[in-house]
Every structure is written in C-alpha cells, then in structure tokens.
C-alpha cells in the first residue's frame, strides 16, 4: 500500500521578469491548471527542498540558487483538501497546509513535464494566469505576484 501523502506542501509560483506565469495541466484532471505543486517526502524534508524537488520534476527547470533561484514568501496557506483527492490522505485528514515559493525564469526556458503528471504548459499574463488556475489559493499568489516582488 502508497505510503499517506503528508498533508503540508509547496506551491511554486514560475514567472518571467515581465510577469508572465506558467500555468501546467494536470493530467489526472484535464482542464485542471495550476502553479508547480507537491508535498514534502518526508515531515522533516525542509520546504526549500520539497520546492527545488517538485520545480524539477514537475518542469525540469533547475533551481541552482545563482540564475534560478527560489524565493520563499514565508507565506502558508491552510485550506480544505478537496473531496476528490482526500484517499490519498490519511483517514480523517481534510486540511492541507501550502507554503509559497515564487522563482523568476527566463522566457526562454526549457519545460519538461512530467507525461505522469501534467498534460500541457502555458504562458500567461499573470492576471489571466490567476483567473485560468482552478485553486483559490494558487490564485491569490498569483496575484500577489507583483507586491512580493517589490
């Protein structure tokens, strides 16, 4: 049996220097468009690994901390699982915690998705970004983009 997912996770914001954010299709939910997501392996795995791990696998951009680096927002969302994924959670568990990450890319970069994972990637303005996202707080980051990098 698949160990429980730990229900605490990163949420990685992509975007250009001009604001323009990847948004990528989830393959076990067509339609489904999203920011890089993904919980951490292990409950001591620190946030900035679990954000630099899921980056990779999910677009097989490198956060090498001097061209790409990850920017941690210190920033955590508590939100309701939905109903939809709960099996993957232990009984009982409804409630996630998600920590934002956001990591500047040039437009050129290289995506590789995950064919498990995802089905599709875009660009978008992020206030078009922020609207095409199915998650309120996915979303919300989005949005907060431009005030984070100030």
């Not at 429980?4 to 299709?25: C, F, N, R, W």
């Not at 489904?32 to 999910?58: C, H, I, K, M, N």
């Amino acid at each position: 049996m698949k160990p429980y997912k730990i229900p605490e996770s990163v949420l990685v914001v992509i975007h250009t220097a001009d604001l323009q954010v990847l948004l990528i299709e989830r393959a076990d939910k067509p339609g489904y468009w999203q920011s890089v997501t993904g919980s951490l392996d292990a409950p001591d795995e620190p946030l900035l690994a679990t954000a630099t791990r899921e980056l990779f696998e999910e677009t097989g951009i490198v956060a090498d901390g001097e061209r790409i680096v990850l920017r941690d927002w210190r920033l955590a969302n508590v939100y309701e699982i939905y109903p939809v994924w709960r099996h993957r959670y232990a009984p009982g568990v409804t409630q996630n915690t998600e920590h934002v990450f956001s990591v500047e890319v040039p437009r050129d970069v290289a995506i590789t998705l995950s064919p498990r994972e995802h089905l599709n990637h875009v660009w978008l303005p992020h206030l078009d970004a922020a609207d095409k996202c199915f998650s309120a707080s996915n979303a919300e980051a989005i949005l907060q983009l431009p005030h984070q990098l100030r």
